[in-house]
């Protein structure tokens, strides 16, 4: 099995829905990350959770908030979701390095493909 | 603020030559650096990484070298072979919990 899985991994909805992408990782990391993928930009980071108490916002939060129910999951929702939002999103995990905020491998989850009509 | 480039945004080699891939950063303060590699439909694979106490770091058919008098980082793929073929990007921390990417350079291999 996969250590990040994203669901759903592709999702069509309207503007104005709500939307909710859930990940979960079996590597008992307690940082978790969600990114957003547009074509010709680099990876976005959206929010960061350092551990289940610890919710960061990123580079481009505004739109978005997220959920840490647990250690191994971490949610991510789009409260009323606008065409701009359409991207490919990310979840990541990583342990803790004290030499780097962010350290050390991330793993990425496969993704999940929104679009916003 | 941090900006993250790359040089070329694809990059054809042939099966069995090595392939270089580059980087530009802008922040003189970026301390951390990691290379990535994106296959088709998956999510970034964590490739190499390099602290910047050092120059280059060698793992297994790859290597980073790290100059940061210009602030410049490179990715070189030793023998390439066609599962290299994917997208690789660069990610540069800043400190203070910032972590950018550049845009990434599509390498194709030419069998």
């Known amino acids: 099995d996969a250590d990040v899985t994203q669901t759903p991994r592709n999702r069509i909805t309207k503007t104005g829905k709500r939307i909710m992408l859930e990940c979960s990782q079996t590597?008992?990391?307690?940082?978790m990350y969600w990114y957003r993928q547009d074509p010709g930009l680099g990876l976005r980071l959206i929010y960061y959770s350092f551990d289940v108490k610890d919710i960061n916002k990123g580079e481009i939060s505004d739109g978005y908030s997220v959920s840490r129910q647990a250690q191994a999951k971490f949610s991510l929702s789009l409260e009323s979701a606008i065409p701009n939002q359409t991207a490919l999103y990310f979840c990541?995990?990583?342990?803790?390095?004290?030499?780097?905020?962010?350290?050390?491998?991330?793993?990425f989850g496969p993704g999940t493909r929104l679009t916003v009509l | 603020g941090e900006s993250v480039g790359l040089h070329l945004p694809t990059l054809s080699v042939q099966e069995g030559d090595n392939s270089i891939i580059n980087c530009a950063y802008s922040?003189?303060?970026?301390?951390?650096f990691i290379w990535y590699k994106q296959e088709s439909g998956k999510g970034p694979q964590f490739i190499i990484d390099i602290r910047s106490n050092m120059d280059k770091r060698q793992g297994q058919r790859v290597t980073v070298l790290l100059n940061k008098t210009v602030k410049h980082l490179s990715l070189q793929i030793a023998a390439t072979q066609p599962g290299d073929s994917a997208v690789y990007f660069c990610a540069v921390e800043t400190g203070a919990n910032n972590l950018f990417f550049g845009t990434g350079t599509r390498l194709t291999v030419i069998p």
């Open positions: 922040n003189s303060a970026s301390d951390y």
């Open positions: 590597k008992g990391h307690d940082r």
């Open positions: 990541a995990t990583s342990d803790f390095s004290p030499a780097s905020t962010f350290a050390d491998t991330q793993y």
